[in-house]
């Protein structure tokens, strides 16, 4: 939908009209005929339909184009009304520009912030209301520490409500201590696994510099009895030598 024409000051041209609405073109296409639409207008009317609405020639989605620059350009000059005019804003500025205001405009009726509150209210006067609003949050007056609603503040025992957080913090406590004890218990499982293992490989070392040992052992006693051999023929030798 276009926006309403008597928003506008002045003469507005009728090619910046749509032809479907017959509002002021809002994000325009124009197609091939050079008939131009808002582009949720056409976008609607092609559902239906596979020609201009104006002069029935036959156009498609992929035919739309953006409006021509010197049209654009005229469009964004047009001068019209902000839209909360009812409300008592009496700002007037260009197309270009209105959509910026609005979005800033004091007059504009937006939703209360705090939550369950359902009162839509003026921009400049949310301060106000937010300051009074019976869904607005405060630190208890009592010293408990609790942010509590003004709605509920007839309701709000601060005994009830630490005894409330004092459960919880018990309750997450022990939580985190079994979580802790698993998770000790699961490091100290696998420590134990891996020692274990560790020792078993030790283990296995060990018996094998035994049996390298003993090999050593066997291998030094045979030297030293072929050392003993030979010197006994040595001796022998040296016997003989003398009685020749």
Request: net charge negative; glycine share 4%; with cysteine.
């Given at each position: 939908?276009?926006?309403?024409?008597?928003?506008?000051?002045?003469?507005?041209?009728?090619?910046?009209?749509?032809?479907?609405?017959?509002?002021?073109l809002e994000d325009p296409l124009q197609a091939p005929c050079e008939h131009a639409f808002c582009t949720a207008c056409i976008h609607g009317w092609l559902v239906h339909h596979s020609n201009c609405p104006e002069d029935r020639q036959m156009i498609d989605v992929s035919l739309l184009r953006p409006l021509y620059r010197y049209m654009k350009n005229d469009l964004n000059r047009l001068q019209l009304h902000?839209?909360?005019?009812?409300?008592?804003c009496e700002m007037v500025c260009s197309l270009e520009s209105i959509d910026r205001h609005e979005r800033e405009?004091?007059?504009s009726q937006i939703p209360c912030s705090n939550a369950g509150c359902t009162v839509q209210i003026e921009r400049r006067n949310l301060e106000g209301h937010l300051a009074v609003c019976e869904y607005r949050s405060r630190?208890?007056?009592?010293?408990?520490?609790?942010t509590v609603l003004g709605a509920e503040d007839?309701?709000?025992n601060c005994?009830?409500?630490l005894r409330t957080e004092l459960e919880l913090l018990r309750s997450e406590m022990i939580c985190r201590v079994e979580e802790a004890k698993h998770e000790m218990e699961s490091r100290l499982d696998s420590q134990r696994r891996?020692?274990?293992?560790?020792?078993?490989?030790?283990?296995?070392?060990?018996?094998?510099?035994k049996s390298q040992m003993s090999r050593l052992m066997s291998d030094v006693r045979s030297l030293m009895a072929a050392e003993r051999q030979h010197r006994q023929?040595?001796?022998?030798?040296?016997?003989?030598?003398?009685?020749?």
């Amino acid at each position: 939908m276009g926006y309403d024409i008597d928003r506008f000051v002045g003469y507005v041209n009728e090619g910046l009209l749509c032809s479907i609405c017959r509002d002021v073109l809002e994000d325009p296409l124009q197609a091939p005929c050079e008939h131009a639409f808002c582009t949720a207008c056409i976008h609607g009317w092609l559902v239906h339909h596979s020609n201009c609405p104006e002069d029935r020639q036959m156009i498609d989605v992929s035919l739309l184009r953006p409006l021509y620059r010197y049209m654009k350009n005229d469009l964004n000059r047009l001068q019209l009304h902000c839209k909360n005019r009812e409300y008592g804003c009496e700002m007037v500025c260009s197309l270009e520009s209105i959509d910026r205001h609005e979005r800033e405009c004091e007059y504009s009726q937006i939703p209360c912030s705090n939550a369950g509150c359902t009162v839509q209210i003026e921009r400049r006067n949310l301060e106000g209301h937010l300051a009074v609003c019976e869904y607005r949050s405060r630190e208890c007056p009592n010293g408990c520490g609790y942010t509590v609603l003004g709605a509920e503040d007839t309701q709000h025992n601060c005994v009830a409500e630490l005894r409330t957080e004092l459960e919880l913090l018990r309750s997450e406590m022990i939580c985190r201590v079994e979580e802790a004890k698993h998770e000790m218990e699961s490091r100290l499982d696998s420590q134990r696994r891996h020692m274990v293992q560790k020792e078993s490989i030790l283990q296995n070392e060990i018996e094998e510099l035994k049996s390298q040992m003993s090999r050593l052992m066997s291998d030094v006693r045979s030297l030293m009895a072929a050392e003993r051999q030979h010197r006994q023929e040595l001796e022998q030798a040296e016997l003989e030598k003398r009685e020749l």
